[in-house]
């Protein structure tokens, strides 16, 4: 038997009213990825599903560069005017005319699983249903569209069209759809707009196919934290606990060592290896990568960081889009961005910025720096104080240090400007030549020192 082709929409036009935001809901972030990275991360991880579109239209300009830029093979498709999720449905039906089955599902319901996806295409597809649901029982019903099973039939009614006793049924649309496309497609031709809100229900696909005797499927999720939906901040923050303790315990199961879950953040697109360990209220975000046997202390920031094995970030340590290598040290009261690379065994220590730079091999620069667009050779010591003086007010120049070298505390290295290897600088200079290598350069005021001055004021009678 020839497998039956599957494609995937994303209903993701619609404003988010209650959400109050100038953004567009499916673009406000939950654990710092956008609530739209979720759905599509679940339909990704599902074997058989060929294709993905997502329906955008209110402000669609931010959600179609975030899909161009992290989901290039998702296809955007506009709905101009948002007429309601069976609006949406119709608009996508062209493009999902060509599989055998469609599943649809809205862009604010962020906790579903790819393994719950999958098994409910599974079903649909064994039992050769016209139509498969998720449906779940929720601590808090109000707001969903509440499923109504009678007689054999099945049908779907919002909060707003339901009546007292219907609104009692606790039994709620997940809205994640799975249909055969042929049945689908005339099933949206009959649908119209009459109910409380004037919108094209996708909901009542499930009824027009039900009435006419079609195979309609409920499935209940049995953890209905999954369909959790994404409507409002309380819960958006609801929705971002439910995924931030999912995320931990899937870290500590696999060998990461927490010492306190309530303040430890994590972002989904973190990787940790084992014997790790995270120190209280620690954050973790981005594509960070933590390798076994290092540490990240107290307060600290790592967003987009790889750090090497038996790193250790110590605390109230900020990491941005950098590297930390094997056996190096970091702060505490560091800040490290822009593509800096800190070496093996390296050390950044005390109130230290690095920007942009590369810092050698167990180079180490411990206190009070700044370290912008330099590269900082192996085994070189940077004296406390020390400052690349990178911009001239027009552009930023380069700083390069090369390997042994010993930067004087309080050196300014006025870029652009090469120290060589084995080098030195005395204390407190202003370097604005190159520096060859093994030299001493000295670049300060001689100091005077004068002779029987204080006796000489005391004569005066000047107050000391
Ligand atoms: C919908 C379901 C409800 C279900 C709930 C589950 C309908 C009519 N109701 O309600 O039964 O319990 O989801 O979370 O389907 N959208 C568009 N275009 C539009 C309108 C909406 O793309 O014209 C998108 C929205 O951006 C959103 C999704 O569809 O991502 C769902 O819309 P929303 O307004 O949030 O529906 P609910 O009221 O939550
Ligand atoms: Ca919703």
Known sequence: MVKPTVGAVVLA???GTRMKSSRPKVMIPLLEEPILYYPLKALSGVPFLQDIAVIVGWKKEEVESYLRVSWPQVVAITQEQQFGTGHAAQIASSWFSKYDHVVIMPGDVPLVESETLKSLIEEHVEK???GTF?????SEVKGYGRV???????????????????KKVNLANAGIYVFKTESLIKALGEISNNNAQGEYYLTDVIELLSMKGKAVRVKVLEDPSEAKGVNSPSQLIEASETMRVKIIRKHLENGVRCDDFASLWIGPQVIIEPDVRLAPSVQLWGKTFVSCGSEIGSYSVLRNVQVGPKAVVKEHVVLENSSV???ATVGPFAYVRESSVIEKQAFVGKFVEIKKSKIGRGSKVPHHSYVG???VGSNTNIGAGTITCNYDGKKKNKTVIG???FIGSDTMLVAPVTIGDGAYTGAGSVITKDVPPGNLAIGRAKQKNIEGWIKRREKRGEEI
């Open 128 to 130: 050769c249903s016209d």
């Open 325 to 327: 290598g094997e056996g």
């Open 403 to 405: 390997d042994n070298c």
């Open 373 to 375: 667009d330099a590269e």
């Open 148 to 166: 109504i099973v009678l007689d054999g039939k099945v049908r779907i009614v919002e909060e707003k069209d339901a009546t007292e006793e219907e």
């Open 13 to 15: 036009a619609g404003k």
């Open 134 to 138: 998720l449906a779940f029982c929720p």
